[in-house]
């Protein structure tokens, strides 16, 4: 028989891997219906080791905008953040002849380390709009408080600058949503045929509907229904094929297809389409 200590470290090493299987492998099961856990990644949160991940966002199968998303560490605080995404035309002079000239495009939520969703931001920076000159910046800011948002919308024109107190809107308070324009950088728990139903909150769609179609926008609050596919598909990525897990996610006029790694649960790729017709793609490049 081996020593105590001996035998005490084997029981432990094997109540951790079967801790490590229950969390990983059975929990998910129990949590049918639930959407993925909300989690700060540790590489994220450390700021210095990821701080930032680059996509490019095809339209027709081209290059129409950059994209930066990021998690910083909120100034003074221990346990909340701010996820990030950050739009950038790849080539400004093309975009004039364009349908919609885009400058700039951001959006920010607030969020505790447990995912409670604290405040959120948007803002849309367009400079013509079918092919007329209408310099425009829209920025939308609120806070969240007993689960209503209460945004304020401020805009800026060749006319001057006004700001419109909105009427407040019921959101989840959970950071796990799905946001079409704001892809997370990792998912974990998936599993194949895994369902469930997510909250939809996307206060940069609400802000572009509404800077194009004045105060009638987008409403920016709903659900998506998400399924995970039964089989495996590849993903070129860096120049290597990358088994993926690929989810389903199904809402009011908008479909949407999530590629994640099975290895590490990096999303690779991200496809939206709106209305049955405009298609919006974002592929990971680091």
Not at 113 to 139: H, K, N
Not at 171 to 187: L, W
Not at 223 to 235: D, F, I, N, P
Not at 243 to 268: K, P, R, S, T
Request: glycine fraction near 6%.
């Amino acid at each position: 028989m081996p020593p105590f200590r001996v035998s005490l470290v084997i029981l432990l090493s094997w109540i951790c891997a079967n801790a490590f299987l229950f969390y990983a492998e059975v929990l998910p099961r129990w949590r049918a219906g639930q959407p993925p856990l909300f989690t700060i990644d540790l590489a994220d949160e450390a700021g210095n080791v990821r701080p930032y991940v680059q996509w490019k966002v095809l339209v027709r199968n081209e290059e129409f905008l950059k994209l930066t998303t990021g998690i910083d560490l909120v100034e003074g605080k221990e346990d909340e953040f701010i996820l990030w995404a950050d739009y950038k035309p790849p080539n400004p002079l093309k975009q004039k002849k364009d349908f919609l000239w885009l400058k700039h495009l951001r959006s920010e939520f607030k969020v505790h380390r447990d995912g409670d969703l604290l405040a959120a931001y948007a803002r849309v920076s367009i400079e013509s709009f079918r092919g007329v000159q209408i310099p425009l910046t829209m920025e939308m800011n609120g806070e969240i408080k007993n689960r209503l948002f209460h945004p304020v919308l401020t805009t800026d024109t060749l006319a001057g600058q006004k700001t419109i107190p909105l009427s407040p809107m019921q959101v989840p308070v959970n950071g796990g949503m799905f946001q079409p324009f704001h892809p997370v950088h990792r998912i974990m728990g998936l599993f194949p045929g895994r369902t469930w139903v997510q909250p939809s909150f996307d206060p940069l769609a609400m802000a572009l509907s509404t800077s194009l179609a004045g105060l009638d926008g987008q409403e920016p609050v709903g659900t998506v229904l998400a399924k995970v596919r039964a089989g495996l598909e590849s993903v070129n990525w860096k120049g290597k094929s990358f088994a993926c897990q690929v989810i389903e996610f199904n809402g009011h006029e908008m479909e949407a297809l999530v590629w994640v790694d099975v290895v590490h649960g990096a999303v690779l790729r991200q496809k939206v389409k709106f209305s049955g017709a405009f298609e919006w793609e974002l592929v990971r490049i680091d």
